[in-house]
Each structure stands twice: as C-alpha cells, then as structure tokens.
C-alpha cells in the first residue's frame, strides 16, 4: 500500500459523511462556492425544525410529567442538542480544520523510513477499528428506534387509530413525540413530518459518528508523529557529520516537536468548546437515561425487546463516545511526555559533556504533555471518563433514592 493510498484509507469515512452533513473542511479549494458554504444550513434546518424546536415545546406542554420530560430529553432533546453543537462546531472550524487535514496529508507524502511508515499505518488501522466501533453503536441505536417507530406505526394502521385519553380525537403516532403549530395528523402532512423527523435522526447519527471519526484520525495521526519523532530523537546521535552534527540534528527534532505542538493546540482549540457541552450534557443523558431504564423495568408488566434494546444501544453509544476522546487523549499525553525519554535512551554518554547538555532543554519541554481539554476546565484521561461515570452513578442513585420516598 502507498502512502496515499493511506491518507485515503484514514480519512475517507468522515470525509463521505462530512460532505453529506455539508461541513467538510476541503482543504485542496482555497475559496469555496457560496453553495457549498451554506450547504450544511439544510442539515441543520431539518433538525431543529423537525426535532429540537418541536421536542422542547412537547417538553414545555408535558411539564409536570416527569417521565414524559425525561423521555424527551434524554431520548432526543439533549442528543439532537449535542448534534447541533457538534456539526456548528466543525462548521466554526473548518478553516482550521483543514489546515491539520492539509498537514497530516503532507506528512504522508514525505520520505518516511521504513518505520515511520509502519507506525503510521498501525495508527491509521487503529482509526478505522475506532471508526467501525462508533459506526456499529450508532446506527445499531438509530436502527433499533427504526424498527420500534415503523412497528408502532404500522400497528396503528392497522387499529385505523388511536384516541387521546378523553377519546375525542383520532390520533396517528409521530415518529418522535413533539407538538408542531399545525395539524400534523392530516396526509400528506403526517407523512412527510414522519419522514423528516426519520431523516432528522440518522443527520444526528451521522454527525456522532463523521465528527468523533475526524477527531480519532487527527489525534492518531499526531501520536505516530510523535512516536516516529522518538525514533528520531533515540537514533540522534549516529552518523553525526561535520555538517549535520548534533546542533543541526537536534535543532530541526525540536523545530519538527514545535510543529507537533501547534499541530495539538489546533486541534485543542477547534474541539474544546463542543467537548466542554458534550461532556456535560453526556452526564446528565447517563443519568436520567439510566434512571428510565430501571423505572421502565420496575413499573411495567411487559417491556417492549425493542425499546430495552434501543435504550441500552442508546447508553453505550453515548458512554463509548466519552471513553474515546479519554483514551485517545491519554495516549496522546503519553506520547508527548515519552519524548524526554526517548532524549535519555539515546547514546548521549558517548558525546562531550558540552553536547551533552543540549538533551536538558527538550527534556524539560517534554514535561508538559500535549493535551485535550473540555472547554480548557479538565484534560480528557481515563481517570475523567472513570470520574463521570462514578458521578453519573451516583446522581442515578440520588433519584432513585428520592423517587422511593416520595413513594412513600
């Protein structure tokens, strides 16, 4: 395989998705169309005219029943908001955004040893299993509420109606709960609102799964570099010549380490502030989504396969989001801090102790890692991921607590 064939491999998935969504950052075209600019406002405009708008005004009309409230908000409410944040976000930053894609295309096409070239793919490979993994989850959890919505629906077809509690008017089931400023249960209107509001949920999946994709390829990418820049650094001191001797060798490691780290803090700035939202709203789903699932499980007879199932997707499509930026985000701080390691496994005792002490410097800017941060508040670690969950869990069992003595 060559080696663009491996910047192809890397970034196809989001790039077909990202187009779809109207917010890849094209980074071959200087000045885009104003068309393409603007493309992505009909991805936007269907989710918040056919679900966030309409949802929050369910919300408003259903208050005062909690269960419906959370239902709405944990099942589409909050996930349609963090998708909008999400692909905003990308939108905001493609200027930026296409530059990292620019650089990181550039570093496959330079000359690269044998090595760099195996690390890189190993990061690329790892990238698409991390890719496949958010795929499967995602559209496993958009599948499973698929196939409960056409069940329901159909099986109200077939009853020719449903009525409202007072038995006064023939009502159709919408494919989300929400409240529209008209009629929606007349044909065609149903149908196409049905639609839409179908569509509407496979935009939010495909902006779960094309941005948190981008991000993994990105911050892999910046790891193999970092990897293959220890390499460079253990091996420094051989076959130093007149003309390259350990000043130039040294100068143009450090030089490539300050592009790597520009390269992080791009990286950092562009994501950080739809982290900061993400994390906090993911918290809150885990939550009140866990509370649903034992309320369901607990107050109910029968329980539909399809909704436990979809419910369950839903948690771990969520959780393996968070679990992602944590993990790639440790492995990047490692990678950075491992610099000043690879600067002391270098044969440094055969060189003049005036040579020597060139290593000091770039020891001690290895010391302060690259990192990922939420909105620049906490790096993302899997001590975080282990913290929100542990926070989520005990949030869970605060409501739990409360629901039995209110039952009291």
């Known amino acids: 395989m060559d080696d663009k064939e491996g910047f ?84 905001y930053n493609k200027k930026v955004l296409g530059l990292l894609i620019m650089a990181m295309e550039n570093d496959w096409k330079s000359l690269k040893t044998v090595f760099e070239l195996r690390v890189m793919w190993k990061n690329v490979k790892l990238g698409r299993l991390i890719t496949l993994a958010i795929y499967l989850l995602t559209y496993s959890t958009v599948a499973t509420y698929v196939v409960m919505a056409v069940y329901i629906t159909a099986n109200a077809y077939k009853q020719e109606f449903i009525l409202t509690p007072d038995n006064s008017t023939k009502l159709r089931p919408q494919y989300m709960r929400a409240h529209f400023a008209y009629d929606v249960q007349k044909s065609p209107v149903y149908e196409i609102v049905w639609i839409f509001q179908c569509i509407a949920m496979h935009l939010a999946g495909l902006s779960f799964m094309a941005i ?55 990286i950092e700035n562009a994501f950080n502030t739809m982290f900061l939202a993400q994390i906090l709203l993911s918290g809150v789903v885990l939550c009140l989504q866990g509370y649903q699932i034992v ?64 290593f000091i410097l770039t020891m001690i800017r290895s010391k302060t890692p690259f990192e990922i941060t939420a909105g620049k508040f906490t790096a993302f670690s899997l001590q975080l991921y282990c913290s929100i969950l542990k926070t989520s869990g005990g949030y869970l069992s605060m409501l739990l607590a409360v629901k039995e003595r209110l039952a009291l």
Request: overall charge neutral; proline content about 2%; aromatic content about 12%.
């Open 295 to 358: 309320i369901i499980l607990t107050s109910r007879d029968t329980v539909q396969v399809t909704e436990l199932l979809f419910m369950i997707y839903f948690i771990l499509c969520i959780a393996f989001s968070l679990f992602i930026y944590c993990y790639i985000a440790e492995i990047l701080r490692t990678e950075s801090t491992e610099i000043g390691n690879a600067a002391y496994e270098c044969n440094w005792y055969d060189l003049p102790a005036c040579e020597t002490r060139l």
């Open 8 to 91: 192809e491999v890397a970034v196809k998935a989001s790039r077909t998705i990202l187009r779809v969504l109207g917010i890849w950052p094209n980074h071959h075209e200087r000045t885009e169309s104003w068309l393409s600019r603007s493309y992505f406002i009909m991805p936007t405009f269907i989710l918040v005219y056919f679900t966030s708008f309409p949802q929050t005004m369910e919300i408003i009309k259903v208050w005062g029943d909690l269960n419906s409230v959370l239902e709405l908000l944990t099942t589409f409410d909050i996930p349609n908001l963090i998708s909008l944040i999400k692909i905003l976000s990308v939108w």
């Open 212 to 266: 948190d994709s981008l991000f993994s390829i990105l911050v892999l990418h910046l790891c193999g570099q970092l990897i293959n820049l220890q390499e460079r650094l253990k091996n420094v001191t051989e076959n130093l010549t007149k003309r390259h001797n350990l000043s130039y060798q040294l100068s143009r490691i450090v030089m490539r380490h300050e592009q790597l780290d520009r390269f992080a803090k791009a």
